[in-house]
């Protein structure tokens, strides 16, 4: 498979991996762009002992740290999120978008990274559990213990 392809077909996951964690548009835009060129420098080292989107989800995340440490600035929420709804979403009622967010954001760490992917990154179990080093099945549970939380905290 040539780069090319490897980009048609992964860059809309590893784009959707970065917004989650930058919450910009632009800056994940750009660092997806540094995420295909470390991938090129490094596609050697590839071993096939992994699929190929949790190795540049990988190359993302380290991407994404080094942005970090050169640019330190506060987490935002996002201004705006992709118009199509996600199941999860609908199965959280008819509540205003921006309450959502802020409901999510909320949340602790892994909890609010699984939903941000599965939701926002609209990643699979399997691909959420291989992101973040767990099973598909600790995926489906932390996203479900969140659902749960965020459906309890919209009751209130």
């Not at 498979?1 to 970065?18: C, N, T």
């Not at 548009?25 to 991938?39: D, K, Y």
């Not at 080292?45 to 990988?58: H, P």
């Not at 549970?141 to 459906?151: C, I, P, Q």
Request: charged share 30%; proline share 3%; net charge neutral.
């Amino acid at each position: 498979m040539s780069m090319e392809e490897i980009y048609r077909q992964y860059a809309k996951i590893v784009y959707g991996f970065l917004l989650t964690k930058t919450h910009d548009s632009n800056i994940a835009e750009e660092l997806t762009q540094e995420t295909f060129f470390q991938a090129i420098r490094s596609i050697d080292r590839f071993d096939g002992s992994c699929k190929v989107s949790t190795w540049l989800c990988a190359i993302a995340r380290n991407v994404l740290l080094a942005y970090r440490r050169k640019n330190p600035t506060a987490e935002e929420l996002p201004e705006s999120i992709g118009s199509r709804p996600s199941s999860e979403e609908e199965v959280l009622g008819e509540m205003n978008r921006l309450d959502l967010i802020r409901l999510i954001h909320g949340l602790p760490e892994p909890s609010r990274e699984v939903v941000y992917l599965r939701v926002f990154g609209d990643l699979s179990f399997a691909n959420i559990g291989e992101i973040l080093r767990k099973s598909e099945n600790w995926a489906r549970v932390t996203f479900f213990r969140a659902k749960e939380k965020l459906r309890k905290d919209v009751e209130q």
